[in-house]
């Protein structure tokens, strides 16, 4: 039963972000019909749906400590989908190109978002690429050089071009890391500068920037972070990615027209991510402590089953000492 309960959160949080997307679908009429402003729903959906997914997903590995999935190949799938994705679905690219009008300040904008993130993902695969040379070994091993051996200045010259040709392979794998945090980042500085038809959509898309970046910073370090604060990043990365699913242009005007305060809208983004980050956690300490449950009942069978073991051992050595006085 306690597994049921178990089984049936885990699909409540990784459910129930699906189901406000629906209701928040459902609520505006011709979302997706519209051809004049599909691509920005669709670039903001896929973005925002992308990031607040990717946190939280993130959020489990830190949890479970999982590492059968390393941190780094999932930031490479994913910057390399977001950044194709975002230039595809923001606009017509190809269309564009062969246009005869020029480019727009928001074309190139949104074409450098998905080109930062393929520049991630590309660093994200050399960075795998130089760690896995380097924990093989095959880097070239100046010293094993039977030429080299023999002269001891030649010899300590290789040791110190070594010493310093892993270094720098160690720092560039720790910044290849970190760096869909600096994608994030760049792209909160995008956004920053990025036109925006109304107040409204300026007031999200302003707090949008702020949350995007304080997780960019957090992802960059995070290797160095407790795992308190890296929950705390990735709800951070979770509300806003739900508050860029609601910047969208429709959704933005909308809102305007029901009257609502865009800083009830970043409040209520913030308390959703909360949630749903509370929920993840609490589910994760939930089903730690029915496996410790379990465990200390198999200690306690264990523990009885040798005492017994013990005190028939006892008895019969108690027995076997009368016979022997009696003979």
Same mark, same amino acid.
């Given at each position: ?23 928040? *679908? ?28 990717? *946190? ?42 062969? =246009? ?11 074409? &450098?978002?998905?080109?930062? %993130? ?10 795998? %690429? ?43 794998? =720790?910044?290849?890391?970190? /760096? ?5 980042? =760049? ?25 995007? /970046? %304080? ?24 509300? *806003? ?5 609601? *910047? ?7 809102? %305007? ?35 410790? &449950? ?18 028939? &051992? ?5 027995? /076997? ?7």
């Amino acid at each position: 039963m306690k597994y049921i309960k178990y089984s049936f959160r885990v699909c409540c949080v990784w459910v129930i972000f699906l189901l406000f997307v629906y209701i928040v *679908s459902s609520q505006i009429p011709y979302l997706f019909i519209s051809k004049s402003t599909l691509p920005n729903v669709m670039s903001h959906f896929l973005l925002g749906g992308l990031i607040f997914y990717y *946190s939280l997903f993130v959020e489990t590995v830190v949890l479970w400590d999982i590492k059968m999935l390393p941190l780094q190949l999932c930031d490479t799938v994913v910057s390399l989908l977001s950044g194709v994705g975002l230039i595809a679905t923001q606009h017509n690219f190809f269309q564009k190109n062969v =246009s005869s009008n020029g480019w727009s300040d928001k074309d190139i904008q949104h074409t &450098t978002l998905g080109a930062v %993130l393929i520049l991630v993902g590309i660093c994200n695969v050399l960075g795998i %690429l130089f760690e896995w040379l380097y924990k093989n070994n095959c880097a070239i091993r100046y010293l094993n050089d039977d030429n080299v051996n023999h002269n001891l200045n030649n010899k300590k010259k290789y040791e110190y071009n070594n010493h310093r040709m892993k270094y720098y392979v160690q720092m560039f794998i =720790s910044f290849a890391q970190g /760096s869909l945090g600096l994608g994030l980042v =760049s792209i909160g500085i995008v956004i920053f500068f990025h036109k925006q038809a109304n107040t409204y959509a300026v007031w999200l898309h302003l707090c949008f920037c702020v949350l995007i /970046s %304080l997780t960019g910073i957090l992802r960059f370090i995070m290797n160095q972070l407790s795992v308190e604060t890296k929950i705390l990043a990735c709800t951070v990365g979770m509300s *806003s990615g739900t508050l860029l699913l609601l *910047s969208a242009k429709p959704i933005v005007q909308h809102l %305007l027209q029901i009257g609502i305060h865009p800083i009830l809208i970043i409040i209520y983004c913030v308390l959703f991510a909360s949630f749903i980050s509370f929920l993840n956690v609490y589910t994760f300490y939930q089903k730690k402590k029915v496996e410790e &449950t379990y465990i200390n009942k198999y200690r306690h069978v264990v523990n009885e089953r040798g005492s017994d073991d013990t005190r028939i &051992t006892s008895d019969y050595s108690s027995d /076997s000492d009368s016979r022997e006085c009696e003979m």
